[in-house]
């Protein structure tokens, strides 16, 4: 079996690294190749071969490239995850040629899920319902939008629609002065004057979410699934201060949260589903339609998560073990200096 996992996020390398387990746990034979921006790529320690993608092509030329890389070397199967929309939408012409596509969903459901005001307009999740959001693109849009919900909640947000790695989300806070969320490190928070300010810099913006902030425990949920089935899903509590790591939490009410959306849009493939505990029980904050860069901690749980992904895709998820998960498990990352290629 050859499998190319694509330009994808930096711990990429480390479900390589699980898949090889995998193999050669099961004595099975996974050539595995991967692409990147540069030859200093972590991944490129791992796969059997590494590509260096070339850079500035438009997207209809990547997927061109993409596919003669998989003609020239007889790739069975693509774990995209640059250009994963552009992909998936042109998984016949992989598949004329004999590769398969290894991707979450379709590329309307995939836009559907990143954008995260039409996904939770859309998603059905009594056990962990999205929070209370409005979508906004201007001062004033925003101002009516904060005075609804700073009336129907404790503790309001602001973030992108679209975005990754919570890049724009800020907690917003009426307590304090711009000069503390400086001088006190208080991440991921801003006071309301400075936000105000920023946002009446420009005429609009692109979608905005003001949301209900939810302020307990965060759960990185780590799936995998196969066209609308959950065929296992560790979850991840994450700890509230530095050194503390995270805790396996299998709750059944996120478990139950998981399956129902996974069924709702026919996910496939790698997942990770983010929770956060509410005043009224856990709401639903994401779907990444990816492998998480904690996976590995949700694998020392007990089920391989990269490699049955791969093998139930492969195979078929019949006869495949998923194993016991280790309920209570405190798990952490350790970083390891390395040589780069």
Request: aromatic share 6%; net charge negative; glycine share 6%.
């Given at each position: 079996m050859r499998v190319w996992f694509n330009k994808g996020f930096s711990s990429l390398h480390t479900a390589?690294?699980?898949i090889r387990q995998g193999a050669d746990k099961h004595a099975q034979t996974v050539t595995l190749w991967a692409s990147g921006a540069h030859p200093q790529a972590?991944?490129?320690l791992v796969a059997d071969h590494y590509w260096t993608e070339p850079a500035g092509l438009a997207t209809a030329d990547y997927v061109d490239w993409c596919l003669d890389m998989?003609?020239?070397?007889?790739?069975?199967?693509?774990v995209p995850s640059k250009a994963v929309q552009a992909l998936v939408a042109q998984r016949a012409r992989f598949a004329a040629q004999g590769t398969r596509l290894l991707a979450a969903a379709d590329a309307a459901t995939l836009a559907l899920l990143d954008d995260k005001a039409r996904f939770y307009a859309a998603v059905d999740c009594p056990s962990a319902p999205a929070p209370e959001s409005l979508t906004v693109h201007t001062l004033a849009e925003f101002d009516a939008a904060f005075a609804m919900l700073a009336a129907r909640h404790a503790q309001v947000c602001i973030k992108p629609a679209v975005g990754v790695y919570g890049i724009g989300f800020r907690r917003i806070r009426t307590d304090v002065s711009a000069m503390d969320v400086l001088l006190?490190?208080?991440?991921?928070?801003?006071?309301?004057?400075?936000?105000r300010f920023m946002l009446g810099q420009v005429p609009t913006w692109a979608p905005l979410l003001v949301m209900e902030y939810l302020p307990g425990?965060?759960?990185?949920?780590?799936?995998v699934a196969d066209a609308g089935v959950l065929r296992c899903a560790v979850a991840r509590r994450k700890g509230t201060a530095p050194g503390q790591g995270q805790c396996i939490d299998m709750r059944a009410d996120l478990q139950e949260a998981c399956a129902r959306i996974v069924a709702q849009f026919g996910l496939s493939g790698y997942l990770n589903i983010q929770f956060r505990d509410g005043e009224q029980g856990p709401g639903l904050l994401e779907v990444n339609a990816r492998?998480?860069?904690g996976i590995a901690m949700a694998c020392l749980a007990g089920p391989n998560l990269p490699w049955l992904g791969l093998q139930g895709f492969a195979?078929?998820?019949e006869g495949l073990e998923i194993g016991t998960i280790a309920e209570g498990l405190r798990v952490g990352?350790?970083?390891?200096?390395?040589v780069l290629p």
């Open positions: 390589l690294r699980l972590l991944v490129a998989c003609r020239q070397h007889a790739i069975d199967i693509l006190r490190g208080m991440d991921y928070q801003i006071d309301l004057p400075t936000l425990a965060e759960y990185s949920v780590d799936c492998m998480s860069g195979q078929g998820y990352e350790v970083n390891q200096a390395t």
